[in-house]
């Protein structure tokens, strides 16, 4: 019922940027918060950002300083943008958010299905 389909990911240079983007589609009422996940070789998934339909952001300390989260709600989309990126932040990046379909009265939680940034030498 809900889709979110992300996109911009690929491989970038140590010190480079990249932006991501996640646009939700389907049944959808209202999105309560969206946000960014990672999850590297091995590792568990993690939090790098998240934001609220008000704006109200917070950030992974590993991102503080270089990644910037911001979401369009007229269209249903949020954004990462990735600046000074490091080989650490190589990983699948999926998006997030909860989801209030039609006829429904509470929120769901959807993931994307992850695009990989590969960060290079």
């Known amino acids: 019922q809900v889709q979110l389909v992300e996109s911009g990911g690929g491989l970038v240079q140590i010190g480079g940027s990249l932006r991501l983007s996640c646009a939700a589609s389907?049944?959808?009422?209202?999105?309560?918060?969206m946000g960014w996940y990672r999850q590297a070789p091995g590792k568990q998934r993690e939090l790098v950002a998240r934001?609220?339909?008000?704006?109200?952001?917070n950030y992974a300390d590993s991102v503080k300083g270089r990644f910037t989260i911001s979401r369009n709600n007229a269209n249903n989309t949020v954004y990462l943008q990735m600046n000074s990126l490091e080989p650490e932040d190589t990983a699948v990046y999926y998006c997030n958010a909860d989801v209030r379909i039609t006829r429904s009265w509470v929120y769901q939680n959807y993931w994307g299905q992850g695009t990989q940034v590969t960060v290079s030498s």
């Open positions: 934001i609220t339909s008000g704006g109200s952001t």
């Open positions: 389907g049944s959808i009422f209202s999105i309560n918060a």
